[in-house]
């Protein structure tokens, strides 16, 4: 993978929560990671292990007490949220282990909005979102709300929504958690796919050890050292 760009660097992220009045609980102690253009990672760990977690500091929907996040070579740590939101919408997408579509909206619709929020041409807008449904199987379900789909295509709008701004990075928090075994498989298999069409970098948190071998690399979060991490 040296010979790849990098497009995700974590270095040395720490991340505590507070309990009670004053006791501190680590659950992000000195993790360092970094992610590779084209390059599927899986995040392995027990719950508890902060594998939710670090995946929100990484997408920047959570802050670190202290560390470097750098995204596509730009330090992340200490922009504004407007920045930070910025960057989200051109180089960074994520799936939710719930598909968090917006149900009163179209299939088409929900891949419409974060393009437009980017500033991308409808024209443009519209085709990329075709190509991306005829990928995922769900184009003749352009114009259906989202609430009227099966949980698996859901989860598969999710993920081409996830895909519609061309991200550097894609990131995925048990992406198939709510979904049975076959769509799981599915939804896995068309994620890597796109994932790899698009040549982004990809790190996806699963318990699965099935999916976990479809993936170039996987990283393992220990929750007896609250979630110091290790490459095997």
Do not use: W
């Amino acid at each position: 993978m040296n010979n790849r760009s990098v497009v995700l660097e974590l270095k040395n992220i720490k991340k505590a929560f507070s309990q009670g009045d004053s006791a501190k609980i680590d659950v992000i102690r000195a993790v360092n990671l970094s992610l590779y253009r084209g390059e599927t990672v899986a995040l392995l760990g027990p719950s508890g292990s902060g594998k939710s977690t670090l995946l929100h500091i990484a997408a920047l929907l959570d802050k670190c007490d202290s560390g470097k996040i750098i995204v596509d070579g730009q330090d992340c740590s200490s922009i504004n949220d407007r920045e930070k939101t910025n960057i989200r919408l051109s180089k960074i997408g994520f799936v939710y282990q719930f598909h968090h579509l917006l149900p009163e909206f179209t299939v088409m619709e929900n891949l419409l909005l974060p393009q437009l929020l980017a500033k991308t041409p409808l024209k443009q807008a519209t085709y990329i979102a075709m190509e991306l449904l005829e990928k995922v199987g769900l184009k003749p379900k352009a114009s259906q709300r989202t609430n009227l789909l099966s949980g698996g295509e859901q989860q598969r709008v999710a993920i081409a929504r996830a895909l519609a701004n061309s991200p550097k990075i894609l990131i995925a928090d048990e992406p198939t958690g709510n979904l049975d075994e076959k769509n799981a498989l599915n939804v896995m298999r068309e994620l890597i796919s796109l994932a790899k069409t698009k040549i982004a970098g990809v790190i996806i948190a699963t318990h699965n050890p099935q999916f976990a071998s479809m993936m170039d690399r996987n990283i393992n979060l220990q929750a007896d050292c609250k979630a110091h991490i290790y490459e095997p």
